[in-house]
């Protein structure tokens, strides 16, 4: 129950598309879902974050839709680059304050030019 | 703002030694500060969570003999992994949430690099 999953393992995008990448999860106390983008040989870097009572959030090219009902969120990127290369990570906030993340199994995103 | 860093940000150390691993706020306080380790293509898993003036709290399966965990302060957290083995070499990942904020971000650090021969 305390598990988010994540899908596709890896991606590969055109220049100038759209990357999609999926989450779902399980237990309806989660509170605050992050995605996190991370480099190779770097830390994590908080990309976009959405509450549950918001069904998307955009910032930019990044865009977060949650379907509450369907325990699915998932992480949207326009136009897509090649800087953009890199592994994507969501996470959900377990409940108890305790402010624990638990993270997707994440997924490596190849943008080619 | 909201900088973490650590240090070392690689280390390589003999098989039986222990080694010290730095967390900090740079510009922020935090209470609670996250220990992750991350193996190749994996994604991070949390070993403890830390928090200043108290015991850290470990995850099921983490040894809190072998991951000693200390936070001193509200700006320093520190992870010393004791006797070290090969099977410990990882990389590992601190985060910390700012102290008297209503923002819910975790701030990362860059990760360290461990390498036990």
């Known amino acids: 129950q305390q598990q988010v999953k994540q899908s596709p393992q890896s991606l590969i995008v055109q220049k100038g598309g759209i990357s999609i990448i999926n989450c779902a999860y399980e237990?309806?106390?989660?509170?605050?879902f992050p995605w996190y983008q991370q480099f190779p040989g770097k830390g994590p870097a908080l990309l976009i974050a959405?509450?549950?009572?918001?069904s998307e959030k955009k910032e930019g090219r990044f865009t977060i839709s949650f379907n509450k009902s369907a325990k699915q969120f998932s992480l949207h990127i326009m136009d897509s680059q090649p800087g953009d290369s890199a592994t994507y990570f969501c996470?959900?906030?377990?409940?108890?304050?305790?402010?624990?993340?638990?993270f997707g199994q994440g997924t490596t995103l190849q943008v080619k030019p | 703002g909201a900088v973490v860093s650590q240090h070392p940000s690689w280390v390589i150390c003999k098989s039986g030694t222990s080694v010290k691993i730095e967390c900090r706020s740079l510009?922020?306080?935090?209470?609670?500060m996250f220990w992750y380790r991350q193996f190749p293509k994996q994604s991070l898993m949390l070993m403890a969570t830390?928090?200043?003036?108290?015991?850290?709290?470990?995850e099921q399966g983490v040894e809190k003999d072998k991951f000693l965990i200390n936070h001193a302060s509200l700006t320093l957290s520190t992870l010393t992994v004791t006797s070290a083995h090969p099977e410990d070499s990882s990389f590992y990942i601190c985060?910390?949430?700012?102290?008297?904020?209503?923002?819910?971000?975790?701030?990362f650090g860059p990760g360290t690099r461990l390498t036990v021969l």
């Open positions: 996470a959900a906030r377990g409940s108890g304050n305790t402010g624990k993340l638990i």
């Open positions: 510009d922020f306080q935090a209470t609670t």
């Open positions: 830390s928090n200043e003036g108290s015991k850290a709290t470990y």
């Open positions: 237990n309806t106390a989660f509170d605050y």
């Open positions: 985060s910390a949430i700012p102290l008297r904020t209503v923002t819910d971000t975790q701030y």
């Open positions: 959405i509450r549950p009572d918001v």
